[in-house]
Nanobody, 119 residues
């Protein structure tokens, strides 16, 4: 059974930093691209960042320069370092896994971790 478990969320003042982690189990981690998404109250879920099997990354324009996604294929973990946080970054952040292949299909999702940024 595949499980993705996020951690590291919390409350932070604007301008602060948080490092989110997502621990994966039940899958061959090195064969999956991993991504982070977020959903704010009353809004659609939106893409934040992804990292493919070889470590190539992609970021949402709204987050570029402020976030870094990384992966540890030994510990089966993906991280999201977030800096210069803004109140509008407040959301539930979830990680997701997509099997390797041309088409990106996010097959597995974690429950999410709350990030709250106060002004």
């Amino acid at each position: 059974q595949v499980q993705l478990v996020e951690s590291g969320g919390g409350w932070v003042q604007a301008g602060g930093s948080l490092r989110l982690s997502c621990a994966a189990s039940g899958l061959t981690f090195s064969r999956y691209r991993m991504g982070w998404f977020r959903q704010a109250p009353g809004k659609e879920r939106e893409f934040v960042a992804r990292i493919n099997l070889s470590g190539i990354t992609d970021y949402a324009d709204s987050m570029k320069g402020r976030v870094t996604i990384s992966r540890d294929n030994v510990k089966n973990t993906v991280h999201l370092q977030m800096n210069s946080l803004k109140p509008e970054d407040t959301a539930v952040y979830s990680c997701a896994a997509s099997p390797r292949g041309v088409t990106i299909q996010w097959d597995y999702w974690g429950q999410g971790t709350q990030v709250t940024v106060s002004s």
